[in-house]
Each structure stands twice: as structure tokens, then as C-alpha cells.
């Protein structure tokens, strides 16, 4: 069974598109943690990205509120398309607050979280490329989601340990906001990864 109808093949690439651009902007996070210059620049860059992944998005929504019919839930779909534009969101808001609060160079635990992140993401365009054959690919879909769920739990560990990091060892109350804000919103976008992941875990064991 496949998820949409014959005439409706352009959703699938749209999904993989939206993922696509989501991993640009991983990767554009992953260079401004590493080399801490030019932010405007990159930030830039991730706008305009956010933008392109703004008007996929706008066209998935209209694609599913026309005449398709889907041979699962119409409520997945739209959670999928949801939880995709936050991810981006939040990955534009990762670098805006470290412009934004002047944070200051990266540490070696912040690249360590977004480095998870940036992971999650390509096994997220991976599962979301193979979804267009459910029924061929079921078992690569669900490995790639439950390794997208271990990386969340370490994303998870990642957060706690940084968190009692700054509280222990930073004497600045304004650097410890500055920073919690980066963390929690590293942490939030692995979030709404890990939700696409358990969204699409569902999908593939009910309509494949």
C-alpha cells in the first residue's frame, strides 16, 4: 500500500525536500560551533534556508488540504509537516541567541550536542526518503527511526550534564541564561526529531 495516491508522488519528494533543508540547516549550525566567525554571514545563510524550508512547507499544507486522498491518517501527515518547520525553528533559534545574547565562543559540550543533532537530522531525510516505498524498505525505515531515539537519550544526558556544568562552574548569572537558552533550544529541536521519528515509526508499522 502506498501512503498517498498515484497522482500525489510530489508530496513524497516535498517531505524529502523539507528534510533536506532542515539538514542544511543542521550542517550551517554545526560550522558556526566549530569556527565561531562571520555569524552574520551564516546566519544569513540560515534564514534564506529557513525561508526555502518555509515555502515547502506552505506547499505540503496546501497539498493536504486539497483533494488527496491518504490511506492513513490526515492528522500524521499534518503533524509530520508541523514538527519539521519547528525543528528548522529551532535551529535558526540556536544561532540567533548566540548573536542575539553575544555568548561568546562554543564549548566543547555544546559542539558535542549539536553534533547529535546534526545526526539525528540525516537519519531523519534518510527515513523520510524511503517512506515513498514503506512496504520495500519497512525494516531500514524503523532502524533508522530507533537509532534517531538513541540519539535523543544521549541528547537527553548531554542537557542534564551541561546544565549542572554551568550551575557548578560559572560565577556569571547572565552567562548561565545565555547559555541554558542554546542548550534548551539544542535540546528542543532533538525533541521535535525525535517525535518525526516516532511519528513515522507509527506510520510504517500500520500501513506497511
Keep these: ?26 550542517n550551517i549550525l554545526q560550522n558556526v560551533v566549530n569556527d565561531y566567525r562571520d ?19 506552505q506547499e505540503l499544507v496546501r497539498r493536504l488540504n486539497t483533494s488527496f486522498i491518504l490511506p492513513f491518517d490526515r492528522e500524521d501527515a499534518f503533524q509530520l509537516v508541523q514538527k519539521l518547520a519547528a525543528t528548522l525553528d529551532y535551529i535558526t533559534g540556536i544561532i540567533d541567541r548566540m548573536i542575539l545574547y553575544k555568548t561568546g565562543e562554543p564549548d566543547q559540550r555544546v559542539k558535542d550536542m549539536v553534533e547529535v543533532l546534526c545526526k539525528s537530522l540525516s537519519l531523519q531525510e534518510k527515513a523520510l526518503n524511503l517512506i515513498n516505498s514503506m512496504e520495500h524498505n519497512k525494516k ?12 535523543e537519550r544521549r541528547q537527553d544526558n548531554f542537557y542534564r550534564t551541561g546544565l549542572a556544568y ?43
Excluded at 498517498?4 to 543542521?26: C, I, M, Q, Y
Excluded at 560565577?171 to 548561565?176: K, L, M, Q, Y
Design 1 to 26: 500500500m502506498r501512503l498517498f495516491g498515484k497522482k500525489d508522488e510530489e508530496l513524497f519528494l516535498l517531505f524529502s525536500e523539507s528534510a533536506r533543508v532542515v539538514v542544511r540547516g543542521g
Design 166 to 208: 554551568l550551575f557548578d562552574n560559572e560565577n556569571d548569572p547572565i552567562a548561565i541564561i545565555k547559555w541554558r537558552e542554546v542548550y534548551e533550544h539544542i535540546e528542543m529541536a532533538e525533541d521535535y526529531v525525535n517525535d518525526v521519528a516516532r511519528l513515522i515509526s507509527n506510520i510504517c508499522i500500520k500501513y506497511s
Design 140 to 151: 531500514e525505515i524503523l532502524a533508522a527511526c530507533e537509532q534517531i531515539n538513541k540519539l
Design 39 to 57: 555569524l552574520d554571514i551564516k546566519m544569513a545563510k540560515l534564514t534564506a534556508m529557513e525561508h526555502e524550508g518555509d515555502r515547502i512547507i
